[in-house]
């Protein structure tokens, strides 16, 4: 019986090494073509790069250069990390006003919120797009309020529920010792709600890191401003030949944030995914 | 304290409530008005009653993105779940390199869709050239590509949700099972499943919703080709709007069907299986 055991375990992690090898050889794939000379990537897709066949890092400059990778990283990054920030503050200050303001206002703005979260981005891109034109919020400091506006219905639902569950008396007292609703958030609150806060910063960072989307309708290619999805996409979506050598070194640095993000920050993704899905 | 704090809000809710407004409130209400109009930009709209949702049907474009989006959700949905059922089955068992493994599975998770659909791309290219092919000659290897590339990035994430679910399945059930002699088949199906079905709520939820909406993953790895036969929901929507001159109310009564979709599967799918939650 203990034999069988050991057995079934053995097949089993046989099994989930075979799969991790399927799981990354694309990334594999990508990194090893991304050191080929350009025309051997279509020629001979499978060959190490070696020989001939090595092309140095030629392939990171040119992509680098006609991406302008760096520029989007900065670009991703300012708005990423910005949106995040504000979302997370003014979502939960939000959250937390229309649970403990019970009026008849409070709760529909609550349950529009809610709404929110199940139209899908296209039914109002075009709209949302002209409408950023007219308040002149095609720029990145813009794209953090179309962000807010957005991302409010997940982030505002996901505080609400976690403020449900805080007993007001904590509150009242605070609130009796002489501290404003303002003090109360910030020395109260605001602490109380971290790891929801955590949750909610993690989910925006992943959408708002990998949109394609919002920043192309607002921002378009023709600006600086460029995210990497939008880098990307400009790099193949153009017309003329394509440079699969620039595509493939600019997939693999354009994943090694992603990674890098993961490595540190693996604990609270998982957790923080896990807990989104379930609340959501 | 209701009374105090309704003082202070232009700071708590304000920011948050504007940004909604410019964000989601007013491009939702425009666009549901727009989609009864004839209009190039918002502003020179003009009343024509229904006759875009007529057109939206009056060539094949729509049905058959509509038919291609039901036909990818449908085997999508069911291998993401079992897949990632198993492997959840196989990673709550004590395994050397247990978290390891998770790590690698959920990783792809985290991957932008444009990225993801160009490493996708140039792979399946790559084993196509083999053959003398690519993936834009036959719309079956877009559909393929897009059923795997999914299975691919969606794995590790509902895994790790039943990984949570499948550790609240409380011991004492599984020993009672054992003891009245259930073998181990008898037990998941009658014991573990039943109780994991809010995990799998969510699971069907999140995967049915993802490969309803998917968007960048189908721009960046077919473009909808070859001549529009890969093209999904989200993307045909898109090109309604931006690739024809003319069309921009067309587009918007798609989107609008689009919305009443995704709601409407959503609701049907949580009513169903909520019933069955309660039944178990």
């Keep these: ?280 | 304290m209701e009374k105090t704090m309704k003082k202070y809000f232009p700071l708590f809710v304000l920011p948050t409530l504007v940004a909604f407004l410019i964000a989601f409130v007013v491009p939702f209400v425009m666009g549901v008005y727009l989609s009864f109009c004839e209009f190039t930009t918002v502003t020179n709209a003009r009343f024509v009653g229904t006759a875009n949702y007529i057109k939206a049907f009056s060539n094949q474009d729509f049905l058959r993105a509509l038919i291609f989006t039901v036909l990818f959700a449908g085997v999508a949905i069911v291998t993401i779940n079992v897949f990632g059922f198993l492997l959840a089955l196989m990673l709550t068992q004590k395994l050397p390199g247990r978290n390891l493994f998770r790590t690698v599975f959920f990783m792809p998770n985290l991957i932008g869709g444009i990225v993801l659909g160009y490493i996708w791309q140039s792979m399946i290219n790559g084993v196509l050239s083999g053959f003398g092919m690519t993936m834009l000659m036959d719309a079956k290897y877009g559909y393929w590509g897009l059923i795997i590339l999914m299975n691919w990035q969606m794995i590790g994430y509902i895994m790790v949700i039943y990984i949570a679910g499948l550790q609240n399945v409380s011991t004492d059930v599984l020993e009672a099972a054992k003891i009245d002699g259930a073998n181990k088949l008898r037990t998941l199906f009658r014991v573990t499943i039943p109780m994991m079905m809010p995990s799998i709520t969510i699971c069907l939820f999140l995967t049915i919703s993802n490969s309803f909406k998917m968007f960048d993953q189908n721009l960046a790895l077919t473009g909808g080709g070859p001549s529009g036969k890969t093209t999904m929901l989200a993307l045909d929507i898109y090109k309604t709007f931006y690739d024809k001159v003319g069309f921009e109310g067309v587009g918007q009564a798609k989107a609008v069907l689009f919305f009443l979709i995704v709601a409407g599967i959503a609701m049907v799918q949580l009513v169903l299986t909520r019933h069955k939650e309660v039944e178990s």
């Design chain 1, 1 to 280: 019986m203990k034999r069988r055991k050991t057995l079934q375990k053995t097949f089993i992690f046989m099994l989930l090494c075979v799969l991790v090898l399927v799981f990354v050889t694309p990334i594999f794939f990508v990194l090893m073509n991304s050191f080929k000379g350009r025309f051997f990537i279509s020629d001979q897709p499978f060959a190490l790069p070696r020989g001939e066949l090595f092309a140095g890092l030629e392939n990171y400059a040119r992509g680098i250069d006609r991406a302008g990778f760096f520029s989007a990283f900065g670009w991703s990054m300012f708005i990423t990390v910005i949106s995040v920030g504000v979302i997370v503050l003014f979502t939960s200050m939000t959250a937390w006003y229309i649970t403990r303001v019970k009026t008849k206002s409070s709760e529909a703005l609550y349950y529009v919120f809610v709404f929110s979260m199940v139209v899908p981005f296209q039914m109002i891109m075009f709209t949302m797009s002209k409408l950023a034109d007219m308040l002149k919020l095609n720029n990145p400091l813009g794209m953090v309020v179309l962000y807010l506006g957005f991302g409010a219905g997940l982030s505002v639902f996901m505080f609400s529920g976690f403020v449900k569950g805080i007993p007001l008396e904590i509150e009242e007292a605070a609130m009796m010792d002489g501290c404003n609703p303002v003090k109360t958030y910030f020395r109260i609150v605001l602490p109380i709600l971290k790891p929801t806060a955590i949750t909610v910063a993690i989910l925006n960072a992943m959408w708002i890191w990998n949109d394609y989307l919002l920043p192309y309708l607002v921002i378009g290619v023709g600006t600086p401003y460029k995210t990497i999805p939008v880098a990307v996409q400009y790099l193949m979506g153009s017309y003329g030949a394509k440079d699969y050598g620039a595509l493939m070194a600019l997939l693999v640095l354009s994943i090694i944030p992603i990674i890098v993000f993961y490595l540190f920050c693996q604990k609270y993704i998982i957790e923080g995914v896990v807990a989104g899905a379930v609340k959501g």
